[in-house]
C-alpha cells in the first residue's frame, strides 16, 4: 500500500519562495509507485490551501510555482484541511518550510496534536533551533565554541540607539554581524564595520523580528556538515561555501547561484573530526531529531566555532544538505525517504 504523505509547502514566514523550490524538487523526486502525495500550499496569509489543481503531483508540479491559482482551489483553514485529511488518514506529513511559523515548532506543535508522524525536529529543537539567542545560549551550556554574542529586544532598544550601540561596540566591537534571532536564509542580516552602519543593520533587522542578535564578526571558513537520524545521528562529509562576496547573504543563496560549493571541503582528519563530534554535541544539546545541518566557521588558526544548526535546512537538489549526503553516498529520492522512515519510527517510539 502507499504511504499518504502530506507534503505542506510556502508559509508564512520571508522564506516563502525557498520553500516552494523545495516541494518542487521533492515532489519530482518521490516516487509515485510508493507514495500517495497531497500537497498542501500555505499563502503569504497564511491560508492553508489544496484542491485539485495542486493534486496529481507530477503532472501539475507546475501549479506549485505559483503557488495558489484562483479558480479549482479551496482555501480553508488548516484545520478543516489537516483534520479532515488526518481522518481520512495521512501517515506522514512532510513540513517543507521554513523559518517562523513552519521551521520553528508551531506546524509541529499541531501535528503532534493531531499525532501525526512528521519529518524532521520535533517541537524543542525547532523552536530552540528557530531562536538564535536560545540556541547559543543551549550550546554555550553544552561547552561548545562560538562567537562572542549579545541581543536586544526592539522596546529596549527603540529611543536608546545610542546607548544600546556604546554597548555593543564595548562587548562586541567591529566587524559585527547583526540578524533577527529567529529567521533563516540570510534574510535581514547586515554586517556592521562602523557606527552608521551599525544603526542601519538594527533598523534592518527589527524590521523581521522584536528580537536582534549581534555577533563578533570573523574572518573564516565557512564549513557546514549535514546530520541526519533519531538517537544515534549520522553525520555526512563537510562542505565548503565560498561566497563570492562579502558574505553568503539571501543573493547569493538563491538568485545569483554562483557561490561555490566544495565538497568534500578540504580538511585535515583531525578538523574533520573535530566539527563531526561539534555536530554531533549540538544536535544532542538541542535533542534534535530527523535532520539538521550544522554551520560552523574555521579560523586560520585551525579554531572552529559552531554558527547555527538549521531545523529544516534549504533542501532543493542543488542546496547544501542533499548534496553533502550525495558526495556521503546517499541521493535525494534515497534521503527524502530515509527522512520518512524517520518520522515514522520516532512517531512509533513514543507510542
Ligand atoms: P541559513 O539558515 O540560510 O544558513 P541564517 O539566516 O540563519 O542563514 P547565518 O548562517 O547565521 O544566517 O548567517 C548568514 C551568513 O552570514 C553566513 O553564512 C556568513 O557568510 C555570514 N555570517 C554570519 N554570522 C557571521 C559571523 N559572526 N562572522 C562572520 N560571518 C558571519
Ligand atoms: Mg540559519
Ligand atoms: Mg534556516
Ligand atoms: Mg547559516
Redesign the pocket.
Given at each position: 500500500m502507499k504511504i499518504r504523505l502530506g507534503l505542506l509547502y510556502g508559509g508564512k514566514s520571508a522564506e516563502h519562495k525557498v520553500s516552494m523550490q523545495t516541494a518542487l524538487a521533492v515532489i519530482k523526486a518521490l516516487d509515485a509507485s510508493k507514495f500517495d502525495i497531497h500537497p498542501i500550499y500555505i499563502n503569504e496569509e497564511g491560508q492553508w490551501i489544496k484542491g485539485p489543481q495542486l493534486e496529481g503531483p507530477v503532472d501539475s508540479v507546475k501549479q506549485l510555482e505559483f503557488g495558489a491559482n484562483e479558480g479549482a482551489i479551496e482555501a480553508t483553514g488548516f484545520n478543516s484541511i489537516v483534520a479532515q485529511d488526518s481522518s481520512e488518514g495521512f501517515d506522514v506529513v512532510f513540513p517543507l518550510l521554513?523559518g517562523p511559523n513552519g521551521e520553528d515548532g508551531t506546524v509541529q506543535g499541531l501535528l503532534e496534536l493531531l499525532n501525526i508522524p512528521y519529518v524532521g525536529n520535533g517541537v524543542l529543537a525547532s523552536s530552540a533551533g528557530m531562536d538564535?539567542v536560545i540556541m547559543k545560549n543551549i550550546f554555550a551550556q553544552a561547552g561548545l565554541t562560538q562567537?562572542g554574542?549579545s541581543s536586544y529586544l526592539r522596546s529596549e532598544y527603540t529611543g536608546n540607539e545610542e546607548a544600546v550601540c556604546d554597548e555593543v561596540e564595548k562587548e562586541i566591537g567591529y566587524?559585527?554581524?547583526v540578524?533577527p534571532a529567529n529567521?533563516?536564509?540570510?534574510?535581514?542580516?547586515s554586517?556592521a564595520d562602523n557606527r552608521e552602519e551599525l544603526l542601519a543593520a538594527f533598523a534592518e533587522a527589527f524590521q523581521f523580528d522584536r528580537k536582534v542578535i549581534i555577533?563578533?564578526?570573523?574572518?573564516?571558513r565557512?564549513v557546514e556538515l549535514g546530520v541526519i537520524g533519531n538517537d544515534h545521528p549520522e553525520v555526512s562529509v563537510a562542505g565548503e561555501?565560498i561566497?563570492k562576496k562579502d558574505?553568503?547573504?539571501y543573493k547569493a543563496?538563491y538568485e545569483d547561484g554562483d557561490t561555490a560549493l566544495v565538497i568534500p571541503a578540504e580538511l585535515t582528519e583531525e578538523e574533520y573530526a573535530n566539527l563531526k563530534e561539534m555536530a554531533v554535541k549540538a544536535y544532542k544539546a538541542l535533542d534534535c531529531s530527523g535532520l539538521v545541518?550544522a554551520?560552523f566557521?574555521l579560523t586560520g588558526d585551525g579554531k572552529a566555532y559552531i554558527?547555527?544548526v538549521?531545523t529544516m535546512?534549504?533542501f532543493t537538489p542543488f542546496s547544501m544538505f542533499p548534496l553533502l549526503w550525495k558526495h556521503t553516498g546517499v541521493d535525494y529520492p534515497e534521503l527524502i525517504e530515509k527522512l520518512i522512515q524517520l518520522a515514522l519510527d520516532r512517531h512509533a517510539e513514543k507510542q
Open positions: 521554513h538564535k562567537v554574542y566587524p559585527c554581524f540578524k529567521l533563516g536564509s540570510s534574510v535581514g542580516i554586517k555577533e563578533e564578526g570573523v574572518k573564516a565557512e561555501i561566497p558574505f553568503y547573504d543563496k545541518r554551520d566557521f554558527n547555527e538549521n535546512p534549504g
